[in-house]
């Protein structure tokens, strides 16, 4: 089972997770496992992010 969880970009506590996944574009989507970067989106695709959010990928 998965878990999101929502980054607000603009506070400064959240610089380092920004810098750490370059994100540099809102919104990202970023899937980790073991603090590994798996899958990446960026983008306004509905369909794209509701895919991700329910843990699949944004290409299937």
């Known amino acids: ?4 969880r929502f980054i607000n970009t603009d506070k400064p506590q959240n610089q380092s997770l920004l810098k750490r996944f370059s994100i540099t574009s809102v919104p990202t989507i970023v899937r980790v496992n073991r603090d590994q970067k798996v899958i990446r989106y960026t983008g306004t695709d509905r369909t794209k992010i509701r895919k991700m959010m ?3 990928r944004a290409n299937d």
């Open 54 to 56: 329910l843990g699949g």
């Open 1 to 4: 089972m998965h878990q999101n």
